[in-house]
């Protein structure tokens, strides 16, 4: 299945994902407004995220834990808003 989320972070920023799936992320895009440092790092969390059950606590431990690991900074949104995004492609057509 395919499903796209768009996002706009109170106070922040915009955030669009899309995203194909079953009951897991098969494959994940993340675009927006917001700024992530560095940069190169939102490739990498794309690549994270890939094989994760669509399951909110799952993904937002992975999140927090590749931003804490790779000593990534998130501006303009949380690692909190990515999940509420990944999880809003569900209830959509794409």
């Known amino acids: 299945m395919k499903g796209k989320s768009i996002l706009k972070v109170p106070g922040g920023k915009l955030l669009k994902i899309f995203l194909e799936y079953d009951d ?5 895009k993340i ?10 790092s939102l490739d990498k969390l794309e690549k994270e995220l890939i094989g994760l059950k669509l399951d909110k606590e799952i993904i937002l431990i992975k999140v927090d834990e590749f931003l804490k690991k790779k000593n990534v900074k998130l501006f303009g949104l949380e690692s909190k808003d990515i999940v509420e995004g990944i999880l809003k492609c569900k209830n959509s057509d794409y």
């Open 24 to 28: 897991k992320i098969r494959k994940i």
């Open 31 to 40: 675009t927006g407004d917001f700024f992530m440092h560095p940069e190169e």
